[in-house]
């Protein structure tokens, strides 16, 4: 019992320290783990900073990402990963994890001064965009003025002045990428605010004079300074939001500088923290040499064990041997005693020892008693079955003649029961189409009665048409009325116009040769005052007929009127006739349904009848072959209460 508990404790210690290194091992790698991907994480941060701080916004999401995930870690690292159950960081990293984050604070700081810095970066960009898309336009404008002053033999000293502008623009561009790219940020804006300067002073006194520049009077040139003008103005102004961003822009590119320089210092700290985690997993208390130790020590007991078993096993054998030599010797002893038993005697018994059969013995005496038993009670009782055997044959006999009558009877009463099931079939199945026929009608009376709404609901547009074309014919009367009233001052017009007309052509005849031309005209007008006489009879005339039209037509829409609606009426009148006859045949169908439904239940009872007396037949026909064969059956126990009798005489029983 030691050697197995001591083995126990050993294995479970070898168990115990297996389990604590792996899990060690597990939360090792996964430190290890988290301190590589720092390392990489210092990098990849200051990658994307300074392509931020360049412009490129694209990199801005994964700063961001980068920057929580590197907290994210530094979280593991300090409180531990409820997820993947790893512990705090140990106390043999904690110098070297205070410094990470030291590190971590100022460089994480930088990177959020860069991430808030977006909106001025963008809009620096923008800014620079619109600078660098207009400066093309511009420095060929300058190349122009340029080539135009040499064409016109201008003085060399505009000459220079234009070349310097073509200078100037090309400088501003290359000063504004630079400011863009981080390059010498302070340096660049310096530059390219004085060179904007210089560039407008130039331009203003090349378009206007002033003390130290002569006007260029050339209008061509002037032209051209003019585009230039309107130009630069447009990149003055953009200029001029890029150097009211420019400290901020100062500040984040000096944070983004920064980054890369801290980055290095970031990195080593985390290398350095992660040499400090493999330290640590080498200065534990348990190592895996312990479990090999445990492990050689369950073999050793292991063996101890197996020698202790062996010895048992071979003390158990030897006794084994000793008592089985015994035994048989008492089972020969048995056995030669039981030798009349076997015979049939029951008139001798076996001798009762101290040895394990001596409990055979005496159960081998008490079934001789109960041998003695049984063999007397099977002679008594084979006698008396015998003599019931032959009693029961007789009564089964008896039974079978009264089940076959019995079949005979309830093969006449189903035979009637099927009859009647088939007369109540017919019942339901002429209930069934008389019902249908009268849902058909119930449906017929619904569709007459719908078309009959259908009807009304028609006529009613129809008459409401009807009205309103009738408002609108008398709308025509009325207007027709009014063309008549033109008619008739268009009529007095003419009529004044055509003795105008006379009076001129009087006039004109009085007046001679010079009143011949005036004649002319006054008959001409003349003819035309007829002929407008005449137009706005025949007008009369035809706005007399569309009167007389428009009253008759009045007068028959009001008499198709009256007649829509009287069928209209006529239609609802049919329509509750359809009704009453709907309501008719629904009764009419609900009461055949009725008849329908009970003639089904009858039916289905004289059918569930007809099985029961299929089924009671059934039965006393099986009641009549089990009665047959109960007689057989009887038959064969009475020889078998012979036989039995006869297998019990070779025992010999006292006297």
């Known amino acids: 019992m030691f050697l197995v508990m001591a083995l126990l404790l050993s294995l479970g210690g070898m168990f115990g320290v297996f389990w604590y290194v792996g899990m060690q091992a597990d ?21 994307y900073a300074l392509e931020a701080s360049s412009g490129v916004d694209s990199a801005f999401p994964k700063l961001s990402r980068y920057r ?47 991430l808030g810095g977006r909106e001025t970066i963008t809009a620096v960009s923008e800014i620079g965009q619109v600078i660098n898309d207009l400066m093309p336009k511009l420095q060929a ?20 002045l234009a070349s310097r502008q073509l ?28 060179d904007v300067e210089e560039y407008g002073t130039v331009l203003d006194g090349m378009v206007r004079g002033n003390d130290t520049i002569q006007m260029v009077k050339n209008e061509e040139v002037q032209a051209k300074l003019f585009e230039t003008s309107m130009l630069f103005k447009t990149i003055a102004d953009n200029v001029e939001e890029l150097l009211d961003l420019s400290d901020d822009l100062l500040e984040i590119q000096k944070a983004a500088r920064s980054i890369a320089s801290q980055s290095d210092e970031l990195f080593a700290a985390a290398s350095k923290l992660q040499s400090a985690y493999a330290m640590a997993a080498d200065m534990r208390p348990i190592q895996p040499e312990m479990a090999y130790g445990f492990g050689g020590f369950s073999l050793l007991l292991l063996f101890m064990l197996g ?14 041997e000793l008592e089985n030599q015994h035994n048989q010797e008492a089972i020969l002893r048995l056995l030669d005693e039981m030798g009349n038993l076997a015979d049939g005697d029951l008139t001798t018994y076996a001798t009762v020892t101290e040895d394990f059969t001596g409990a055979i013995a005496d159960s081998v005496n008490y079934t001789i008693d109960a041998l003695r038993d049984m063999v007397t009670t099977i002679n008594e009782t084979a006698g008396q079955v015998s003599s ?3 009693q029961t044959q007789k009564t089964a006999q008896h039974l079978t003649q009264a089940s076959n009558h019995q079949a005979e009877e309830i093969t006449s009463a189903t035979t009637a029961i099927n009859e009647m099931a088939v007369s109540i079939d017919e019942v339901s199945s002429n209930a069934e189409n008389t019902a249908e026929m009268a849902a058909r009608s119930v449906d017929m009376a619904k569709n007459g009665s719908s078309i009959v709404r259908r009807n009304i609901e028609g006529m009613d547009r129809i008459r409401e048409t009807i009205q309103e074309t009738s408002k609108r014919i008398k709308r025509l009367g009325e207007s027709s009325q009014e063309i008549g009233d033109i008619v008739e001052l268009i009529n007095d017009i003419a009529e004044q116009t055509n003795i105008l007309a006379l009076n001129a052509a009087i006039q004109a005849a009085m007046a001679g040769e010079a009143g011949r031309g005036f004649a002319v005209v006054a008959d001409e007008v003349q003819r035309l005052a007829e002929r ?7 007008i009369e005339a035809l706005v007399k007929t569309i009167q007389t039209d428009t009253n008759e037509a009045v007068i028959s829409m009001e008499q198709s009127t009256a007649g829509v609606v009287n069928g209209a009426r006529l239609a609802e009148e049919s329509g509750g006739a359809l009704d009453e006859i709907m309501k008719v045949s629904e009764a009419v169908s609900e009461l055949v349904q009725n008849i329908s439904a009970s003639a089904r239940q009858q039916s289905k009872a004289a059918a569930s009848i007809s099985e029961t007396m299929h089924v009671i037949q059934e039965i006393t026909t099986q009641t009549s072959a089990g009665t047959n ?12 209460a012979e036989e039995m009798s006869n297998s019990v005489a070779g025992f010999k029983l006292p006297e």
């Open 141 to 160: 404008y300058d190349e122009e003025v340029v080539d135009i002053l040499l064409d016109s033999k201008a003085d060399r000293n505009t000459v220079n």
């Open 68 to 114: 929580n995930r590197f907290d994210t870690i530094l979280g593991y690292q300090r409180n531990g990963n409820e997820e993947t159950g790893l512990p705090p960081a140990p106390e043999a990293v904690a110098s070297e994890l205070k410094e990470l984050e030291t590190a971590w604070s100022g460089f994480r700081n930088s990177t959020d001064l860069v």
């Open 532 to 538: 407008s006489s005449n137009a706005t009879k025949q």
């Open 629 to 640: 064969e109960t007689s057989a059956s009887i038959g064969n126990l009475a020889s078998l």
């Open 388 to 390: 019931a055997a032959h």
């Open 27 to 47: 939360h090792d790698k996964e430190f290890t783990g988290y301190a590589s991907e720092e390392e990489v994480l210092s990098q990849q941060i200051a990658k």
């Open 167 to 194: 200078m100037l623009s090309q400088r501003i561009a290359n000063n504004v990428n630079n400011a863009l790219r981080g390059k010498d940020v302070e340096m660049a804006i310096e530059r390219f605010s004085e």
């Open 307 to 320: 020698m202790q078993v062996y010895r048992d096993q071979e003390n158990r054998r030897k006794q084994a």
